[in-house]
């Protein structure tokens, strides 16, 4: 009874572990993903999106700043 308790809580602990490595690695692409945003976003060339209809269209000042802000915030949260 024992032995299959001890079993049971290694199998926990193991899955446990698996599941805060791929947390991690989620994490740290989250990270990389957000600097290149904010990269991107801070740089200052002209950021241009595809509408559903095929033309292109380039973002605003205020929405370029939206969008930094939440890359700035991306890296504040992932990448510690």
Known sequence: LEERKRKAEQEQA???????????????ENCLRAR????????????????????RE???DAQRASEAQRARDAVASDCR
């Open 36 to 55: 290149e945003q904010l990269a991107t976003m801070d740089s200052g060339m002209r950021i241009a999106r595809v509408r559903p209809d095929g033309e």
């Open 14 to 28: 193991a899955r446990q572990k698996a599941d805060d490595k791929k947390l991690k690695a989620a994490r740290e």
């Open 58 to 60: 380039y973002l605003p």
